[in-house]
């Protein structure tokens, strides 16, 4: 979110939490008589105690979102690596655009996504695909993990532990016969 919109939404939400106060207070501690005067279309204590629990709903909702209008954001999640000339910082997302790429260039991968996870050992990808089923998968799979291992620790110059590939399903293209 952008810091205009911050504001907006913290200013918004702080008159939302004054006005609900307000509102609570005239609900709760005015008495019967002045409140009949003031809200005439409400009448007795039930609509008194149902406006005060609305009121303290809208109070609670409105602090919560003044608190998301000025928490910090966290950074994106980075691959950090420490050369003689600096650190270097690798997004995740960076790291899992090149995955796919690399994954998109063996044939027979129909649809795909990837999940990086930094660890200890070095970094692991997650692969989840379709295929199109003319190749086996046994050697779909090991042509993908090698490529996208190669392609990674290459062009990133991070360690990958390892390339789990999960195959989700296959894509069988049907071609008419003609006659």
Known sequence: MR????????????????LSLLLFALAMWISPFVFQRLVPWADGDAVRAALGAVTLLLFLASVRFLVLAFRRSAPPLTIDQRTPLGDVHIAVDALESLAVAAARRIRGVRELEAR?????????????????GEAPIPDLTQALQAAVKDHVERVAGVIVQDVTVHVAGVVTSRVGRVE
């Open 3 to 18: 810091g205009v919109d911050r504001f907006l939404l913290g200013l918004f939400s702080l008159a939302v939490a004054v």
């Open 116 to 132: 990086v996870r930094p660890s200890e050992g070095g970094t692991r990808i997650a692969l989840r695909v379709s295929v199109d």
